[in-house]
């Protein structure tokens, strides 16, 4: 199996070569030539596997250049019940008949990105030990994606991790998640500004092509295709515990931003899983919603980017949105490099002609979206009716999956963190503390590794050079 880009460079590139890069050289996205297809015997061979197996017989399908008993070594290492708390991994429970929530949450950081994120790190400390390279992995956090990188790299070899996270403005759960790490290769940076200056530091380092060349500065961001491909195993693995067999099709419900996860859930469907609905739940910031309502993508400026109570899913563009977009239009590279090239600078977006619009029902999407007070109704919903509590993002997945179930067709809503990360909705909600997995208790108080300083370039940069890994 090789990766192509979505821009039209069709140069055929091997997983080792894609899995530590970003962007291809056009500016595109990678995606695989083509989607393996899964016929009923495999399907039925693949039901009865634990989820390591079952992780290890779709990631082989992807990855060509990691032999068979290395890659089942890594994948064994990474979905552990020590680390995801079950021997299930993402064990689904049922609300109501026919209405299932599907756990991604329980890795470290309580978000589901632990899922991706710790197959990542074993990704990356084999292949850079492979190639006897290092590599320093810059970021910029306002919470989810910073911690799951650091839970995923802490301790391994040939990695090191600086993270840049606005001083003072996480909640001081997320800032205890990062800030007790003690592992020597974990670098807390806290700025003193908001996240969007831990941006454009990260950013500016970046765009000095020597700097980041001589210190080797790498990124996990969503775009990554390796972390894409670590989601789809949960999509077959949800699929067997909420179909009595491989003729049912099933729905999965997915609080949805960057168009990561659900773009997994795409991938699973086109390898074959019997996936009925893909349903794209967004908050107020509702980009993929007005897309798949209207076939229009505008990207939206700060202005209009609103700060919710489920602020993962707080995005001005979808970053992967990309990815289906090349699907939909017949893998038509040059279309795709028109509209998502100097197109979506130029015009901030695009509205897809009727025959297009068209082809959408083919693949599976319908959307909706939430709202702050439409988050605590469900969150108080389920909680009194089910003694469930559920975080604000599997709220507003929940709130768009209802509106979407269809008789006979069971519906998995992908819970994509626990509610323990956002304890002031909650509270809103509930009038309660969220509940904590034991081991997180007075997480607070331990000891704090980091440092703190102002938004300057060169002292970011200085910070970097003195403890980078080279
Ligand atoms: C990242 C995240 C999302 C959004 O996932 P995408 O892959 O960006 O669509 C939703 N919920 C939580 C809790 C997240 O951390």
Redesign the pocket.
Known sequence: MNYISTRGDATERPFSAILLEGLAPDGGLYLPTHYPQIDAARLGHWRGLGYAELAFEILRLYIADIPPADLKALVDKTYTAATYGTAEITPLRELEPGLFIQAL?NGPTL???DMAMQLLGNLFEYELGRRGQVLNILGATS???GS?AEYALRGKQGVSVFMLSPQGRMSPFQQAQMFSLQDANIHNIAVEGVFDDCQDLVKAVSADLGFKRQYQIGTVN?INWARLLA?VVYYFAGYFRASRDNGQPVSFA???????????GHVARMMGLPIARLVVATNENDVLDEFFRSGRYRVRGSAETFETS?P??D?SK???FERFVFDLLGRDGARVAGLFGAGLTRDGGFSLPAEDRARLAGFGFVSGKSSHADRLATIRDTWARHGDMI????ADGLKVAREQLQDGVPMVVLE??LPA?FAATIQQALGREPLRPAALNGIEDLPKRGVVMPADLARVKAYISAHALC
Request: aromatic share 6%; with cysteine; proline share 3%.
């Open positions: 949450s978000a589901f990105k919470g989810d994606t799951a969503s989601q997915v609080p949805s931003g960057n168009f990561g996860n659900v773009c997994a489920s993962s899913m995005i979808a970053s992967n975080d604000t993002h599997t994509t963190a990360k």
